[in-house]
């Protein structure tokens, strides 16, 4: 079938792409500017389907191709040759950078016997080039990416993912499928999660890093395979955690991955010993970190990134 521009009384863009909107892109923008923006502006050279619901103020830049099912928030940019199909949907201010979007990629291995597969996104999203996000590979499941995340250039989001908010992946990162994502993880560039993987809130993924299982809340992994080097300490800086919350992560780390003492017993003892601590076990960061590393060895989770045993001599 084929489709048609959107008849929407929609202005044309400029057919050359330098009188574009271009860097300006770049920056989220507010609800209040969002509500200034002109009324949507449709490349001629795009194809939008004309079931697709597109917000206030989106821009479709050349070349770019929308689907029947697909849902755009208000003030998103989509830079020349991006792509979006199928049942996406995509909150406001997100920008798509060139021939960056499939959110079906290869349909026919997606979609089965007429089955519906769902991809939500956000607000206030940055995915750049090269990049690829997937829908879910079954009707009663989501892939989900929250608000205000920066994925660059050639990053894969496989089906099922559920990625929270404020998350930054580097370049070439690779997400297989069912991974769970939490809030203000940072990974730097060519790191790899394996699929059913959980990564705790604040975490680092070191470069070139192969994660086979579970990361917990404000941990540093890197190697291949993965293992924990120790905290995040300089990510948990820039988000503002006090010193006091510091040390105290500091001094449970090491209770927990580098005990003194050669009869400390085994990690699910010092986890509960810590617990009980009438200092450290009252401090909810702690409690936070403890509860991250008790749900990845439950019986549905992968269990958490090797560590390496130390002991004072």
């Not at 949507?40 to 070349?63: E, K, Y």
């Not at 940055?126 to 829908?135: A, D, K, L, N």
């Not at 250039?153 to 404020?166: F, L, M, P, R």
């Not at 540093?220 to 395979?225: H, N």
């Amino acid at each position: 079938m084929r489709w048609l521009r959107k008849p929407r009384n929609i202005k044309t863009l400029p057919t050359s792409l330098l009188q574009l909107p271009s860097l300006s892109f770049l920056r989220p923008l507010s609800n209040a500017a969002a509500d200034a923006l002109s009324p949507t502006f449709v490349h001629p050279t795009a194809i939008v389907h004309p079931n697709a619901t597109l917000g206030q103020g989106v821009s479709i830049g050349p070349f770019c191709t929308v689907g029947s099912s697909v849902k755009l928030g208000n003030a998103c940019k989509l830079y020349p040759g991006s792509h979006i199909f199928g049942y996406s949907q995509l909150g406001d201010n997100c920008i798509l950078m060139t021939r960056n979007k499939r959110c079906d990629t290869y349909p026919s291995t997606l979609i089965q016997d007429g089955d519906e597969c769902f991809l939500d996104i956000g607000d206030n999203n940055e995915i750049r080039e090269y990049s690829s996000v997937h829908r879910s590979s079954k009707p009663d499941e989501q892939t989900i990416i929250g608000h205000n995340n920066l994925i660059m250039g050639s990053c894969h989001v496989a089906h099922d993912c559920k990625i929270g908010n404020n998350n930054i992946l580097a370049n070439n990162t690779l997400l297989a499928g069912h991974i769970v994502v939490e809030d203000y993880i940072h990974t730097a560039g060519a790191a790899v999660v394996h699929q059913y993987c959980h990564l705790g809130s604040f975490c680092f993924i070191g470069g070139g890093s192969v994660v086979s299982q579970d990361v917990p809340k404000f941990m540093m992994v890197s190697g291949d395979r993965a293992e924990l080097r120790g905290l995040n300490l300089e990510g948990m800086r820039r988000r503002g955690f006090s010193a006091t919350e510091i040390k105290g992560l500091r001094a449970a780390y090491r209770k927990i991955f580098m005990p003194t003492d050669t009869e400390s017993g085994s990690i699910e003892d010092r986890l509960k010993e810590l617990e009980q601590h009438e200092e450290l076990g009252q401090l909810p960061v702690i409690c936070s970190m403890v509860q991250s590393i008790h749900d990845s060895f439950s019986e549905s989770r992968r269990g958490i990134c090797k560590y390496r045993h130390w002991n004072a001599s």
